[in-house]
């Protein structure tokens, strides 16, 4: 496809370039999968998708030659690197418009949201539309940190109203507290979810491995509870540890299993020591997005206990989609975010408040019903296949794209 040009797909809609403008870190941030995933599928449906965002210490390997992605070297420092990225978007970004005449440019509420002002001008001549997507509310943020991301977030929003062409947001509820909050036209606003892969995420894949993967990792007498992604202080996985404590005595087979890693590990670590729980709570490094769907099925259940707070309460958590995806059982906290995914239905447990006996409580009720949890976890895939999978999310951001 040549450069600003648009062409027919199948299905008869256009095909447009679109420019994902986000300062996340390719190299180190988990989040980077769900980001890539929507722009592959893009990419299938007929659209030229491409990225600018930032490394750390590695080269970021960028295995689909159809995605064009660039990144800003720069190891991070809070505050400085995200004000040396939007520095770079105030210089690149309108000769990147002029030359490759985007259709739309995606933006993350942060500085380089506001450094696009540069390019307003530009985008005119173009006919370029910006668009702000709001994924999250700024989280675990404090001091001048937090004031600065806050204040960032903050006026990306009131800039987008201004000046961008539309705001798209990751949950209805939330497009309902951020309308109310900044005063927009809901008609404006477009949602679109998290989703995940039901065919990366299925356990059929990994079935015949399961048994000799939990031998690998001294699971294979254990009931497994288990967490993956970013590990913070105000995700839940404390009182989860302290739960484990409870249950330790009356159940000691019970093990809680956490992948990934976060600026709260060495707080889990030294808690663990505590407890003296070594065999009870299990750390495990990162492993490529792609390994994570065994991890998963070779655990009895997964939990995702996020307070009711402002951080979580109306978010779209990628892993818990990931876990209905593979049929597990979720225990999960009894929030606005959760119940809107999986109401109801007997793929969850919820816990009523995050405290240690609450969730001892339900990790117990888990384990007396162990035999059971295969057949509750089907009902689970189902919610993914009809309504949070890859595919689906794509055509809701495409659908909203095109209606701007």
Not at 350 to 358: D, T
Not at 383 to 401: G, K
Request: hydrophobic fraction near 45%.
């Amino acid at each position: 496809m040549l450069w600003g040009q648009t062409v027919k797909t199948r299905n008869q809609g256009t095909a447009e370039k679109i420019l994902w403008v986000n300062p996340i870190i390719l190299d180190t941030q988990l989040y980077r999968e769900f980001l890539i995933n929507i722009m592959k599928q893009l990419t299938k449906m007929g659209h030229d998708s491409s990225l600018i965002a930032v490394r750390s210490k590695n080269k970021y390997q960028n295995e689909d030659p159809k995605l064009h992605i660039t990144t800003v070297p720069l190891r991070y420092f809070p505050v400085i690197s995200p004000s040396f990225f939007a520095f770079v978007i105030l210089l690149y970004l309108p000769i990147y418009i002029v030359k490759s005449k985007p259709k739309f440019v995606i933006f993350e509420p942060d500085m380089a949201a506001l450094a696009s002002l540069s390019s307003l001008f530009v985008s005119k001549l173009t006919k370029t539309k910006f668009i702000l997507d709001i994924r999250s509310v700024p989280v675990e943020s404090k001091g001048l940190r937090g004031f600065l991301f806050k204040f960032w977030y903050s006026s990306s929003i009131l800039t987008a109203k201004r000046m961008f062409q539309g705001i798209t947001i990751i949950t209805p509820l939330m497009k309902e507290e951020v309308c109310k909050n900044y005063l927009l036209d809901p008609r404006k606003v477009g949602v679109w979810t998290c989703g995940a892969s039901p065919v990366k995420f299925n356990p059929n894949l990994y079935i015949s491995q399961r048994n000799d993967f939990r031998a690998a990792l001294n699971l294979s007498k254990k009931f497994v509870v288990f967490y993956h992604g970013v590990m913070s202080a105000t995700r839940g996985l404390n009182e989860t540890i302290k739960a484990i404590a409870i249950l330790k005595k009356t159940y000691p087979d019970i093990v809680f299993f956490l992948l990934g890693n976060g600026p709260n590990v060495q707080a889990i670590k030294e808690l663990i020591q505590a407890e003296n729980l070594q065999e009870n709570v299990i750390l495990h490094d990162p492993v490529p997005h792609d390994e994570v769907p065994k991890f998963i099925l070779a655990s009895d259940v997964c939990i995702v206990p996020l307070p009711n707070n402002p951080y979580w309460r109306f978010q779209c958590p990628v892993k818990l989609l990931e876990y209905l995806a593979m049929e597990k059982v979720i225990i999960a906290s009894d929030i606005p975010a959760h119940r809107s995914i999986v109401e109801n239905k007997n793929c969850v447990i919820y816990i009523h408040a995050v405290q240690p006996e609450e969730i001892a409580k339900a990790i117990e009720y888990a384990y007396e019903n162990r035999d059971k949890l295969a057949e509750w976890g089907k009902s689970g895939r189902a919610v993914i296949i009809d309504d949070y999978s890859i595919e689906r999310v794509a055509q809701d951001l495409e659908s909203y794209l095109r209606s701007t």
